[in-house]
């Protein structure tokens, strides 16, 4: 059964860069989509962006100055980092691997980790 | 983006009862292969998403076949023959046609 557990500071400054990593288990990284999907507090989900395996990346053009999404596949760990960060930007952050098709969504999910950006 | 919206916004329900939800998409999400890429997912309390229904109607596995999903072009809808407890969260259509892809706000479904 395939795992996803995020990682990261619960608390970030405004102004700097949010990191997560997310660390599969059960599975390999490879052949496969991996998301970010944010979720504000009692809000809807936005998704962030994913990366294949091999690299290749897409992200939502309203963050896309601000993410990067990378992956390392020796580690079956992907990460994201968010740039000067907002009050906007706290959220639960779910990492997920996506479905055999991306455009049927996703099929695992991280239990989400709640991040604060506050001083 | 496409801007995805469900009605209603909060649905109680009696158990044993049918519930439906709608979910109109701002564009049409027909793809250029031919599939709607049309889904949804449901959030349970505390919970991570659960994927329900892809590509407008066909129903993941382990889910009872008391959901079903219907439509076409831009107008969706999903529907619980008869609600059980455990039907209990938020529902959300997501598409997958366009990106960014994009989720509805969500449909709370309580136990009336």
């Known amino acids: ?119 | 983006d496409v801007v995805m919206t469900q009605s209603p916004l909060s649905l109680p329900v009696t158990l044993g009862q049918p519930a439906s939800i709608s979910c109109r998409s701002s564009q049409s999400l027909v793809y250029g292969d031919g599939n709607t890429y049309l889904n949804w997912f449901r959030q349970r309390p505390g919970q991570s998403p659960r994927r329900l229904i892809y590509k407008v109607s066909n129903r993941d596995s382990g889910v009872p076949d008391r959901f079903s999903g219907s439509g076409s072009g831009a107008d969706f809808t999903l529907k619980i023959s008869r609600v059980e407890a455990e039907d209990v969260g938020v529902y959300y259509c997501m598409q997958g046609t366009h990106w960014p892809y994009t989720f509805g706000q969500g449909t709370k479904l309580e136990i009336k």
């Not at chain 1, 970030?12 to 979720?39: A, D, F, M």
């Not at chain 1, 079956?76 to 479905?99: E, H, I, P």
């Open chain 1, 1 to 119: 059964q395939v795992q996803l557990q995020e990682s990261g500071p619960g608390l970030v400054k405004p102004s700097e860069t949010l990191s997560l990593t997310c660390t599969v288990s059960g599975g390999s990284i490879s052949n496969y989509y991996w998301t970010w999907i944010r979720q504000p507090p009692g809000k809807g989900l936005e998704w962030i962006g994913y990366i294949y395996y091999s690299g290749s990346t897409n992200y939502n053009p309203s963050l896309k100055s601000r993410v990067t999404i990378s992956v390392d596949t020796s580690k079956n760990q992907f990460s994201l980092k968010l740039s000067s960060v907002t009050a906007a930007d706290t959220a639960v952050y779910y990492c997920a691997r996506g479905s055999w098709e991306l455009r049927v969504g996703v099929d695992y999910w991280g239990q989400g980790t709640l991040v604060t950006v506050s001083s």
